[in-house]
T-cell receptor, first 109, second 114 residues
Framework: AQRVTQPEKLLSVFKGAPVELKCNYS??????LFWYVQYSRQRLQLLLR??SRESIKGFTADLNKGETSFHLKKPFAQEEDSAMYYC???????????FGTGTRLTVIP | ETGVTQTPRHLVMGMTNKKSLKCEQH?????MYWYKQSAKKPLELMFV???????ENNSVPSRFSPECPNSSHLFLHLHTLQPEDSALYLC?????????????FGQGTRLTVV
């Protein structure tokens, strides 16, 4: 069965410092992986997906199949990055998203 | 209104009540989902509808009954719930198919069972 693990419930970094939110997954096939973000009082929304290989708001995430990881990184954190971040996995050919427990990122001014 | 809209935003119900949650999407999507978000737990996928057919029922108790009358509307009918069913219920939609698998979420319904 598929599983998404985000080991850190809370993460605090200073403004301008690098940030890395960890995500590991287990799935026997080739999944699609995503990062979703929820800012205060806003709805959950897509941040980025691994197939796009793009940088959104300075964030990047590389799929490492050997380590089954999809860590989210940003070299210089900003205060507006403070939010709840969820890693999610979609099984090949399916329409269902499975989420991790989320990491609350706080960027300290 | 655009996007995914859920009503009501808050609901308090007794264990013997019957109520329904409503979700409406104005994005032209063909797949809709119900998720449950409890404290300290991951977002739990409950049901998936694709082209108005239920394609996944993730071992959800029968006291939760989904209904998808058309591709724009999704309901979750509730009856004889338990206090542990108190949670935030999120609806989402997406356009199922290759290359576009982004899910759009509603604001959620905060359910309290007393």
């Amino acid at each position: 069965a598929q599983r998404v693990t985000q080991p850190e419930k809370l993460l605090s970094v200073f403004k301008g410092a690098p940030v890395e939110l960890k995500c590991n997954y287990s799935y026997s096939g080739s999944p699609e992986l995503f990062w979703y973000v929820q800012y205060s009082r806003q709805r959950l929304q897509l941040l980025l997906r691994h197939i796009s290989r793009e940088s959104i708001k300075g964030f990047t995430a590389d799929l490492n199949k050997g380590e089954t990881s999809f860590h989210l990184k940003k070299p210089f954190a900003q205060e507006e990055d403070s939010a709840m971040y969820y890693c999610a996995l979609m099984k090949t050919g399916a329409n269902n998203l499975f989420f991790g427990t989320g990491t609350r990122l706080t960027v300290i001014p | 209104e655009t996007g995914v809209t859920q009503t009501p935003r808050h609901l308090v119900m007794g264990m013997t009540n019957k109520k329904s949650l409503k979700c409406e999407q104005h994005l032209g999507h063909n797949a809709m989902y119900w998720y449950k978000q409890s404290a300290k737990k991951p977002l739990e996928l409950m049901f998936v509808y694709s082209l108005e057919e239920r394609v996944e029922n993730n071992s959800v108790p029968s006291r939760f009954s989904p209904e998808c009358p058309n591709s724009s509307h999704l309901f979750l009918h509730l009856h004889t719930l338990q206090p542990e069913d108190s949670a935030l219920y999120l609806c989402a939609s997406s356009q199922a198919g290759e290359g576009n698998t982004e899910a759009f979420f509603g604001q959620g319904t905060r359910l309290t069972v007393v």
